[in-house]
């Protein structure tokens, strides 16, 4: 009995019988699986694979394509908008983590500890999100005007003088940033808050007895309890803002002076404007690569940090 | 139970649903040359041709539909399979209608994108068919040539203008300006715009781009209309680094900062000027006679408000040409082509039919009148167009006559290599005069020349 006790384990295969009512079973799990699998590879994975392989060729999409072996990559790195798109885009990376990081997390603290209007202030808060991109971008693009712009109307009030907004080379990057905090502030505060909101009680009431204020109830409380999401949100959040596109695109068209031009953008003066899909492919690769770089980093630093603590 | 099933076939719909649409995907056989007739002129041959007006037009869509239908008495083998699209076409999905078999037969372009489409071989040589096109001995040869590369033809035009000065009479005449005498020198310019501005807060003298590629494409026009090259005669090297390239900046530069005749909201791209145009608050931009279209019928402007003048002392020497046309899918067949071609001379060259059928447009309240397009210069039905256009006329044509007199003294002269490449290196010297008032012009049109030399050495 010991003997037959102490042998391992033995995987044995269902029988046949067995092993269709699982498959039947989880028929509807696969069907899903299915959909999901034939969505990610027709609009995601395909696309990213034929971008890698564009980039490597000359294509005009009626001739057989032609390798170039790096030269696509020559050219985008000889371009003179190549520099200053990727410090623009790490410019605007930067000061979206500045700008428009905290202001979601503090907003939802702020919601979580109201007793009334949540409700609606939650949907305000959310209302941008539901406006379609470019017109919440257009809309900017008349608060920013510098005569009649609702911002400078505003600075007219306080009788500080008038700002440039986009048309100066110094507050251009700052202001795209400012539409782009506004655009998507709502996203970031309803996942805050449903993080905010699977805190125990109970860990809020404990800190209240040992005499803790809102903000060491926060320091002590909130933040560690939602590290996770925090670690996860800043992650997406640069690699969403290292590919900024629409607001350059609708509202400075990449100027003044190259002052706003980003990969995304010069990407896609390639691609649609210059007729060469292999030249932007490449730089799309070549953000691709430094985000996987940035993400895989990022990833092994906070695992690493998670399990040192 | 029931709730299990129902939700399995859920599952089983959902990936019978992907598993059709993938398969759709692939199922293309627009590039089969099936029942595209055998070349001896009288099978069947079918046609794509785009740009049919938009359904949002319903008068020139009527027009268009009733001359399908009398090409198609005329040409009974041939079928014509009009595709309708607003803009005509969209540089966005040019390459992707291409790449997935979808591009029409005959295809609508801008003049800009000739070039760049004859040079990736993504429209087909037409050398040995554009022959039977009676109409061509009389188009103009500069205009022609924007659809050739060396001997080789590679489409036909359908409009063809140069650029000029558009202004607002209305405002002329507010602001005490003669508007039957515009501006013939850019000091005139400066002193229209001022006494434009001058009329209050939110009225701008004088307009231009500064993004998006389109401030380049103006620095160009203001480039030529001076006797200024974009690219030297080879084409191999920069040539706006100029006096006249210079003038070109200082004189936008004092209207921004000395004059403030140019209103503060700079970075405009195309649609920026028409509206504030169609505003009725913009006194005057570069533009041709197309602009007071786009205005009439987009941005809520009248013809009648607008007026058309030559570019400031471009007397003798050039102006920017522009216009559109039509190219042919490089898997087009002979037939298509032969058939493509036939459509092109009846809808497109042919006096008193198609696009020049002002008797009908006039029945249908459409504007005529604007002297363009001006494909055939003064040849023989060039003549005819403009008689026709004068007993048709619903717009004053008066108000284009500056415009039209100074032709006879101007070159049109086409856009440069790699035009897109160029404009966007331009766009930041012209961006850089508008929005900073210490912006150095010589530091700006030589960092442009380095920029624009690299372009224009990398082999295309």
């Known amino acids: 009995m010991a003997h037959l006790t102490a042998k391992p384990p033995v995987r044995r295969s269902l029988p046949q019988g067995a092993a269709r009512r699982a498959v039947g079973r989880n028929l509807t799990a696969y069907g899903f699986l299915c959909g999901a699998l034939i969505c990610f590879a027709f609009f995601s994975w395909y696309p990213m694979v034929r971008e890698v392989v564009l980039s490597f060729q000359e294509n005009n999409f009626v001739d057989p394509a032609k390798w170039v072996g790096f030269d696509n990559f020559r050219t985008v790195i000889e371009d003179p908008a190549f520099r200053a798109a990727w410090l623009n885009t790490a410019a605007f990376s930067g000061l979206a983590l500045v700008v428009g990081y905290a202001i979601p997390f503090v907003l939802a603290v702020v919601l979580n500890e109201l007793r009334h209007a949540r409700g609606y202030l939650r949907f305000v808060v959310y209302l941008p999100v539901m406006l379609p991109p470019a017109v919440g971008v257009l809309l900017f693009k008349w608060f920013y005007d510098p005569g009649a712009g609702l911002f400078n109307q505003i600075l007219d009030g306080f009788g500080i003088p008038p700002l440039s907004w986009l048309d100066s080379s110094s507050t251009a990057l700052i202001s795209l940033v400012l539409v782009s905090t506004w655009m998507n502030l709502g996203t970031g505060t309803l996942i805050y808050l449903a993080a905010l909101q699977s805190i125990p009680g109970e860990l809020y009431e404990s800190a209240e007895l040992d005499g803790a204020g809102l903000f060491r109830r926060v320091r002590h409380v909130t933040i560690p309890q939602t590290k996770l999401i925090l670690l996860v949100m800043l992650m997406l959040q640069v690699v969403a803002t290292m590919q900024v596109f629409i607001e350059p695109y609708l509202l400075t068209g990449g100027g003044p002076e190259n002052a706003t031009v980003t990969v995304a953008y010069l990407m896609y003066q390639y691609a649609f404007n210059f007729g060469d899909f292999g030249a932007g492919g490449a730089l799309g690769l070549m953000l691709m690569v430094v985000l996987m770089v940035f993400s895989t980093i990022y990833l092994r630093v906070a695992r690493d940090n998670e399990g040192g603590r | ?460």
């Not at chain 2, 719909?13 to 009288?42: H, I, R």
């Not at chain 2, 019928?297 to 559109?324: H, I, R, W």
Request: with cysteine; charged share 25%.
């Open chain 2, 1 to 460: 139970m029931r709730k299990t099933s129902h939700r399995r076939a859920l599952g089983l719909l959902l990936v019978a649903g992907l598993g059709l649409t993938a398969a759709s995907c692939g199922s293309g056989d627009e590039d089969k040359p099936a029942a595209q007739g055998s070349g001896d002129g009288t099978a069947p041959v079918t046609i794509t041709v785009g740009c049919q007006p938009p359904k949002s037009n319903p008068k020139e869509r009527s027009g268009w539909d009733e001359d399908v239908a009398a090409f198609q008495k005329l040409h009974p083998n041939i079928t014509i399979q009009s595709k309708d699209a607003f803009p005509c076409i969209n540089p966005d999905t040019f390459q992707a209608k291409l790449a997935g078999g979808t591009q029409e037969d005959v295809f609508y372009v801008y003049y800009t994108d000739v070039q760049k489409i004859i040079k990736a071989r993504q429209a087909a040589d037409i050398s040995q068919y554009i022959g039977d096109v009676k109409a061509l001995k009389d188009i103009r040869a500069d205009v022609q040539s924007v659809f050739k590369e060396g001997d080789k033809s590679y489409g036909l035009p359908r409009n063809n203008y140069n650029m000029g000065l558009v202004y607002n009479r209305k405002l002329f005449t507010q602001a005490g300006l003669n508007p039957d005498s515009p501006p013939k020198t850019w000091a005139e310019v400066q002193e229209a715009a001022k006494k434009i501005a001058g009329l209050g807060a939110g009225y701008t003298g004088f307009g231009e781009y500064s993004a998006g590629n389109t401030g380049g494409w103006h620095f160009a026009a203001s480039l030529y209309a001076r006797g200024g090259s974009m690219v030297s005669d080879d084409g191999k090297s920069a040539a706006f680094n100029s006096s006249e390239g210079k003038a070109v900046l200082e004189n936008l530069k004092k209207m921004r900062w000395d004059d403030n005749s140019m209103g503060t909201k700079q970075l405009l791209q195309w649609e920026d000027l028409m509206r504030m145009m169609g505003s009725g608050k913009l006194g005057m931009m570069i533009g041709a006679p197309d602009v007071v279209q786009s205005v009439n019928n987009d941005f809520q402007g009248k013809f009648e408000d607008y007026g058309v003048t030559a570019v400031p002392e471009s007397e003798g020497k050039s102006s920017l040409s522009g216009g559109d046309g039509y190219m042919f899918n490089p898997k087009a067949t002979p037939e298509k082509i032969k058939a493509g071609l036939l459509w092109l001379e009846f809808h497109e060259l042919t006096p008193g039919k198609g696009q020049f059928n002002y008797e009908r447009a006039k029945a249908q309240g459409r504007p005529v009148g604007l002297p363009i397009p001006d494909l055939y210069g003064d040849s023989a039905p060039g003549k005819e167009i403009t008689a026709l256009r004068k007993q048709f006329a619903t717009v004053p044509v008066d108000h284009f006559t500056p415009y039209v007199s100074a032709q006879a003294g101007i070159t049109n002269k086409l856009e440069p290599p790699k035009a897109q490449e160029l404009y966007a290196v331009l766009d930041v010297a012209m961006s850089a005069v508008l929005t900073r008032k210490d912006a150095d012009i010589d530091k700006l049109l030589s960092d442009a020349e380095g920029k624009a030399n690299k372009i224009l050495g990398r082999a295309s």
